[in-house]
């Protein structure tokens, strides 16, 4: 029964650090929408200077005003990246301060390394909370009692600043509306910059906080990301309640899991979001996110397919790359291998997120399971590549058939985080099931068939399945099936009435994209003549994401040259300098600031403007420009 | 004609050098070296100091040593891209490098199916040498069996029948908890386990964790876990009395880079592998310790010991080569002995694991800092099975 009490308590501790962060998460994300990837880079920020702060301060006093200069500290950063950089793109499509966010991330990945060195750093333990007391016979930190407090008092606190004083009032009707808010003349910057340094200032407080508990590194941002992610939709976007309530089951579920189950805790929080999100689909205090009306109208016009000049590029384009190997050593080939797989990687990502309006978060599910799959066939049945590279794609699209079922059941934010949960329970699954994946240490010896193993051959190879891929996916978005899904993307009740049947063209659609990822991971595991858990991680889902944002989200195949982009520079910046995230990081902001619609997007619509200016300028006539063109 | 021939002088000083630069012997080198700067920094300075001391002593054969090192990442995948980079546009004659385990295998799966000599630093797995070895890999550091059973031997000596265990949740921590309770239920039939608890690698809940093993009252713990989960995991069980009263077993936690971080935090009396520094008594480390710490202002951790050994190891290995070709120096591994700051050590013909071995002591406190005390040094070829056994656990 002790224990029972005991664990309890040390639950409710463990809730109330989650709590700090995502309750700054959700606030974030509820008024300005942000997907905010850097909300744990802030974290990170906020515990390494509370860290130079505390090692310098250590009595009772200072230790909390370290960790609020700290937090403070943190949220002017926070304000200054809202105002020089988010501010310019919110009418970026939603998506895109995801991967400025995530460019962030990266820079200060690198930056706390320069700062303050490689190791791993211990705080001090608060002063005069260091001890324990004892709780039914079990000694109990005195500092778990103060979070267990500290919990509901910032929850109290955050309640009475949204609920008992104007800037509350605003901020909940902007959460619910903000376009109207902004039409009754609210001054919208303003607030996002407040709810911005609001929600940093939490997240900086959160990082603080585990001075005396953890030790300080460069990667505890990416531990807790998703984390907080987690808590914030199962409670609930935009929900602080929710986001309290999530934060308390889900410690509480890993407290005792544990005592059960004691390897539990990798795939506990992901299964409880998936059941939480097929029950409720807004989560458990959530309300049905409302779209920004101004952000939710592309005004890019119908796509049409090339013209003659476009597909007479793209030939260009592909007997170019089929004389590579004739221009390229070995490695500069099998660099390019990568590229082709990348790009069937990232188009089979764009066509579920450009076409059918479905942002998925967990494409890397996909690309792994057609690697393992593909792996797995080799070395149990020693299968051939060649028929490994039609069941890999197929055990992609079988798995995806019973998952794409409840994920269509969502929408949004929602979709994408039920797709996290797939691919994160797939990769707890892979790597814990030792016997039949090798765990961490994967699967090797897949290596190609010996027609395609030498570079070339293989670059042949990708590159053919590369453009059969994007030609397959393109003739797929302009088929009477591609308007159905872009028709329930752009207005999925108009398109009920004419009798579109959501569910059933988004889940096929799912399926396929599915299918082509798989592809790009059977590829991927016979170039690299192996595969590990980390193919179906997170990174790797980012890594698609990058891309799709890179070329230009509201294109059809602009990911293609998104792909070769942040390929070819990543690959090259990490063997060529020593802070390959710093720079790359830097890149992606500028790359986003340049080209607010992606390198492609933004590309269509300056040459569009010139050939709009030419004609008016040679017919000297008001005609209206025609919007859209070859995407 | 002035300009010809400058332009003849220019052509003829480029054809020179690039003759001067073929004489070079080039090795390639890979590490996470952006995704685990703890532990590679160190490691690298080790390693440079190997190459400009073997370099200032006339090289080898004649010919000057130059290291390519490239970064992973952490990735297998983009490891085998640096792997490739390194074989087919820098022409290395052999790979070396690498610290996590999956990325040791891939690599030295890319090894046997490129044919190229791949010399692994620090991958712990005992996979890479025995169940997945191939002929073209060698093995510096000692494996996770090697650890496992300097730990099992001394646990075995302690009066502790209940045992708990923390471990990460991955193969590293897995099989090391599987080894250690083999050969610790080996040596000591009337010890059971009662309890285990597996956290996600960097993510313990650590309070949650030292409650559910002190529910289990055992009388010594085995623990596994290293970095910010080590600790969170000592911080919170040391307040919460966990470590009260019961001897702990614990892989790695002697090395410096585990054990500095904690400070004055570091436990006391657990059993322990690592690496004392400060007062290991022999000439080959005080010669080690003494250039080191001229040349960098600061004392090595076991990394830096790892990077200075690796390059020794692969200096010998050529040394001892008839050439450069892929089947000499695999001839030319199997039985070298070189010198690392522990003493000599050598590549056993059988497996192509080296008998480098470890410290192996007690945690205390000094002055405010985690140190080990009586350790002694464990030499690898005294743990390993014999050569006849290990061959059969190869495929």
Known sequence: MDLYVVQFLTGLANAASLFLVASGLSLIFGVTRIVNFAHGAFYMLGAYIAYSLTVRWQTPLGFWAALLVASAAVAVVGVIIETLLLRRIYNAPELLQLLATFGITLIAEDAVRLIWGPEDLVGPRAAGLSGAVSILGNAMPIYDFVLILLGPLVFGLLWLLLHRSRWGLLVRAATQDRDMVNALGVNQKWLFTGVFALGVFLAAFGGGLQIPRDAVTHFMDLSIITEVFVIVVIGGLGSIGGAFLAAIIVSQLNAFGILILPGISLVLMFAVMAVVLVLRPWGLLGKQVVRSRIAALPDVGAWKPFDRTGRLAVSLAVFLAVLLPFLLGDYGISVASEVMIAIIFAISLQFLMSVGGLDSFGHAANLGLGAYGAALCVQYFGMSMELAMLTGPLIAAAFAVVAGWFCVRLSNIYFAMLTLAYAQILWSIVFQWVDLTGGDNGIVGVWPSEWAASPNAYYWLTTACAVGVVLAIRYLTFSPFGYSLRALRDSPMRSATIGISQRHIQHVAFVISAFFAGLAGVLFAFQKGSIFPDALGISTSVDGLIMVLLGGFNTVSGSVVGAVVYKVSSIWLMSNTDFPRLILGSVIVVLVVLFPQGIVGTSQRLLETWRTRRRLGEANVGAPAQKGGVA | ?395
């Open chain 2, 1 to 395: 004609m002035k300009t010809l021939i400058r332009a003849t002088g220019l052509i003829l000083a480029i054809a020179s050098a690039g003759t001067s630069w073929a004489a070079d012997i080039k090795i390639g080198e890979i590490n996470s070296y952006s995704s685990l700067p703890a532990f590679t920094e160190p490691y690298k300075k080790g390693w440079e100091m190997a190459v400009e001391e073997i370099n200032a002593a006339g090289g080898i054969k004649g010919q000057k040593l130059v290291v390519v090192s490239k970064d992973d990442g952490g990735k297998p995948g983009d490891a085998l891209t640096a792997a490739n980079e390194l074989v087919s546009k820098e022409g290395v004659v052999m790979v070396t490098g690498s610290f996590f385990s999956n990325v040791g295998l891939a690599v030295a799966d890319f090894a046997k199916q490129k044919k190229v000599f791949y010399l692994a630093a620090e991958p712990l797995t005992d996979a890479l040498v025995w169940s997945k070895g191939n002929d073209y890999t060698f093995r510096l550091r000692p494996s996770n069996y090697v650890q496992a059973s300097m730990l099992a031997q001394e646990a075995a000596k302690l009066p502790a029948k209940r045992w708990a265990t923390i471990a990460p949740n991955y193969e590293y921590g897995q099989s090391a908890v599987a080894v250690f309770k083999e050969l610790l239920q080996k040596a000591r039939p009337d010890v059971e386990f009662v309890a285990e608890q597996w956290p996600p690698q960097g993510k313990i809940d650590a309070g949650s964790v030292a409650q559910a093993i002190e529910a289990a009252k055992p009388e010594a713990i085995l623990n596994v876990t290293f970095g910010a989960d080590l600790v969170k995991l000592v911080r919170e069980g040391t307040t919460r009395e966990l470590f009260k009263d019961r001897s702990v077993v614990s892989f790695l936690t002697g090395e410096p880079e585990y054990l500095d971080p904690l400070q004055a935090d570091a436990p006391v009396g657990w059993i322990v592998t690592g690496y004392p520094w400060s007062s290991i008594d022999t000439a080959d480390h005080k010669k080690f310790l003494d250039a080191y710490m001229a040349r960098y202002k600061d004392y090595p951790r076991l990394g830096s010991v790892v990077g200075y050994s690796l390059i020794k190891s692969a200096a010998a290995i050529l040394e001892r080569s008839k050439s450069t070709q892929v089947d000499d120096l695999i001839t030319a591994a199997k039985g070298v002995t070189f010198d690392t700051p522990f003493g000599p050590a050598s590549f056993r013909a059988a497996d192509h694991q080296s008998t480098l071995g470890a410290f192996v002591g007690k945690t205390a406190v000094k002055d405010g800092k985690g140190v080990m005390v009586d350790f002694k040094y464990q030499s690898g070829s005294d743990f390993l099975p014999s050569e006849a056994e290990a061959a059969k656990l190869r495929p």
